[in-house]
């Protein structure tokens, strides 16, 4: 007899230095083959330390893939080749497109629904990691109040199609859908 095991799809959810990465980080540790998508790219000294230390912070033996806007194509590509996917974050792939399409809001939401339909079946088991921007301030320029409402929309539509979402406060996962998969 043969058991189905199906993929599940995790989103981690905070604010900054929450936890959201090492809780990520730890699901990782439960995996065999690890993929580890960075969205970040390093564009002054201080993006380039943060890539080095969170670098640093994962074994050795995950491969990383640097991919700042083909989430979706990323999934398909490296998904078949692991047995969880990290993508970390939705929050920098949320200003690269807004940086990279400007205000072609079509492509943009083309973007976000592509990478929601890659989720509904992944390849492999995928975590997501972004940041909660609902509960801060207004930004009070319109580029910022686009970049929330974008961030807090994507984070919405990929809890839809997810199994697990968490909110990290303090390193503590709460769960919010599904249950939680580390140990605390």
Same mark, same amino acid.
């Given at each position: 007899?043969?058991?189905?095991?199906?993929?599940?799809?995790? /989103?981690?959810?905070?604010?900054?230095?929450?936890?959201?990465?090492?809780? =990520?980080?730890?699901? !990782?540790?439960? =995996?065999?083959?690890?993929?580890?998508?960075?969205?970040?790219?390093?564009?002054? +000294?201080?993006?380039?330390?943060?890539? +080095?230390?969170?670098?640093?912070?994962?074994?050795?033996?995950?491969?990383?893939?640097?991919?700042?806007? !083909?989430? =979706?194509?990323?999934? %398909?590509?490296?998904?078949?080749?692991? +047995?969880?996917?990290?993508? +970390?974050?939705?929050?920098i792939f949320a200003a690269n /497109?807004?940086?990279?399409?400007?205000?072609?809001?079509?492509?943009?939401?083309?973007?976000?629904?592509? /990478?929601?339909? *890659?989720?509904?079946?992944?390849?492999?088991?995928?975590?997501?990691?972004?940041?909660?921007?609902?509960?801060?301030?207004?930004?009070?320029?319109?580029? !910022?109040?686009? @970049?929330?409402?974008? /961030?807090?929309?994507?984070?919405?539509?990929?809890?839809?199609? *997810?199994?697990?979402?968490? @909110?990290?406060?303090?390193?503590?996962?709460?769960?919010?859908?599904?249950? =939680?998969? %580390?140990?605390?």
């Amino acid at each position: 007899m043969q058991i189905n095991r199906r993929n599940t799809v995790t /989103l981690v959810l905070g604010g900054v230095r929450s936890g959201k990465s090492h809780y =990520a980080e730890q699901l !990782g540790e439960q =995996a065999g083959r690890v993929v580890f998508v960075a969205t970040a790219q390093a564009s002054d +000294d201080e993006m380039r330390h943060k890539i +080095d230390r969170h670098r640093g912070n994962r074994p050795q033996h995950w491969q990383t893939v640097e991919e700042p806007l !083909g989430l =979706a194509e990323a999934i %398909v590509r490296h998904g078949p080749s692991c +047995d969880l996917m990290i993508i +970390d974050c939705l929050t920098i792939f949320a200003a690269n /497109l807004l940086e990279a399409m400007g205000d072609d809001k079509s492509s943009i939401q083309s973007s976000v629904d592509g /990478l929601c339909v *890659a989720l509904q079946s992944p390849p492999c088991s995928v975590v997501l990691v972004s940041n909660e921007v609902g509960s801060g301030v207004v930004p009070p320029y319109p580029l !910022g109040r686009r @970049f929330r409402d974008l /961030l807090g929309e994507m984070n919405q539509s990929v809890a839809r199609v *997810a199994t697990n979402v968490f @909110f990290l406060v303090a390193g503590l996962p709460l769960v919010l859908k599904g249950q =939680a998969e %580390v140990s605390q």
